[in-house]
């Protein structure tokens, strides 16, 4: 699974392997420059979530409920999951499992796929105290196995571990019955989740230790920029075949 946040990208993510996209709420830092994720309000998320069902629409969409959707009583979150629905998105993605297991067990009966989200939940990085990895001591590592639990008996189809020590992913991966994929949580998950333009070495100064970069974005779309700009400059571009008569 990768991010996927507008029209353009989405149709090369079509013609990939690639099994889902996420369109997450980390599309308010990646692609609206916010310090986190907690300004993605529900119309911003809808409009993401229509532009990359247009671009993609044989892949399996997974949109984020944004920062207090789910906590806000039952009629506004299922307000919230109908308009991520209808804009496109073929199940949502809940952060969180306290307080919360009912919640998804009613969305899940409407007939909507809910994924799950444990461990370093960015809609909660304010009360975490900043991006660390979650559930390093025995009683935070048990406290996050039974809220696994509890999202799996709750309906979820599938879980994001989000740094996590690789240990507790592994023991999670086996003790539940539904896919887990991973984010910072080692190679024991069933599969694994970036955001793209991270993969894609978008931004070279973002090397979190759980990133691989698959390509040199950054200097690829700087240096075709700039030679447009030079041959623009020294009159070689358009040449007389890129002109009308």
């Known amino acids: 699974m990768v991010t996927c946040y507008d029209y353009w990208s989405a149709q090369i993510l079509e013609k990939t392997d690639i099994d889902c996209l996420l369109v997450g709420d980390s599309l308010a830092m990646v692609m609206h420059g916010y310090e986190s994720t907690v300004f993605a309000e529900i119309e911003l998320m809808a409009i993401h979530v ?26 506004p979150t299922m307000d919230a999951v109908q308009t991520l629905m209808q804009a496109g998105a ?4 809940v952060e969180g499992e306290l307080g919360q297991r009912e919640l998804i067990a009613h969305i899940v009966e409407s007939g909507v796929p809910v994924m799950g989200h444990l461990g ?26 039974t809220s696994a639990l509890g999202v799996a008996e709750a309906g979820c189809f599938a ?21 887990t994929i991973g984010i910072g949580a080692g190679p024991h998950t069933d599969g694994q989740v970036l955001v793209l333009q991270d993969m894609l070495g978008m931004n070279p100064e973002f090397k979190p230790k759980f990133l691989r970069q698959y390509g040199d974005g950054f200097s690829f779309v700087s240096g075709a920029v700039n030679r447009f700009h030079a041959e623009t400059v020294g009159g070689c571009f358009p040449s007389k075949a890129e002109s009308y008569g």
Do not use: W, Y
């Open 50 to 75: 229509r532009a990359v069902a247009k671009g993609a629409p044989g892949k399996f969409i997974v949109g984020d409920m944004p920062f207090l959707t789910t906590r806000k009583g039952l009629q």
């Open 159 to 179: 879980l994001v571990l989000e740094c996590v020590p690789a240990s507790l992913a592994r023991r999670i991966s086996r003790a539940i019955e539904i896919p």
């Open 120 to 145: 370093l939940t960015p809609q909660s990085v304010n009360g975490f105290g900043g991006h660390k990895v979650q559930g390093r001591n025995d009683a935070d590592a048990e406290a996050l196995f």
């Open 90 to 93: 073929n199940a949502v993605k």
